[in-house]
């Protein structure tokens, strides 16, 4: 099963990886820290000595500009929104090719009666495997963070923001 990694332990990583102050003479960028050009730094506010940088700053600067002004935490809530509706669209679309199969189909009682079994049955599991995919989603993906949890002492339930949506 892929793992879904967060964007604050990718930003993490970067800054890790990148390491604290350099200032190599063979870069044209110049002095940077965390990965984090002087112009960047500079650009987004910060005034003091670029080896000074804090590791905080470096990091709301990538979350700022490489992750949230080109709009990247916004393309997995759309990509939910337009399965959620391909879904809904299909489930739409088998209800009418139901009802046309029994207008149109010239069936026996029988017939009919063994079409919509046949369709309800497998309409609710699509309808079913809908709500637990969403239910997936809303507990632990990219739509929000709900922690559930239930245990023979009873049952807990928490809500929490995704970390791009708090103040």
Not at 90 to 107: D, E, P, Q, R, V
Not at 122 to 137: E, R, Y
């Amino acid at each position: 099963m892929e793992q879904v990694v967060d964007v604050d332990q990718l930003i993490d990583a970067l800054v890790e990886r990148e390491g604290g102050y350099v200032n190599n003479a063979a870069d044209k960028g110049g002095p940077t820290c965390f990965g984090i050009t002087e112009a960047v730094a500079r650009a987004q506010g910060y005034r003091g000595a670029m080896r000074e940088l804090p590791r905080e700053d470096a990091v709301a600067i990538y979350r700022r500009l490489y992750w949230l002004r080109p709009g990247f935490d916004q393309v997995a809530k759309r990509i939910y929104g337009l399965l959620a509706a391909a879904a809904g669209m299909f489930c739409g679309l088998c209800a009418l090719a139901m009802i046309a199969l029994l207008m149109w189909g010239g069936w026996s009682k029988a017939e009919e009666h063994s079409i919509v079994v046949i369709f309800g049955w497998s309409l609710g599991g699509f309808i079913a495997a809908m709500v637990a995919v969403i239910v997936g989603l809303l507990a632990g993906g990219p739509v929000g963070r709900f922690k559930l949890s239930a245990t023979r002492e009873g049952a807990e339930f928490e809500a929490d923001a995704p970390a791009g949506d708090q103040p």
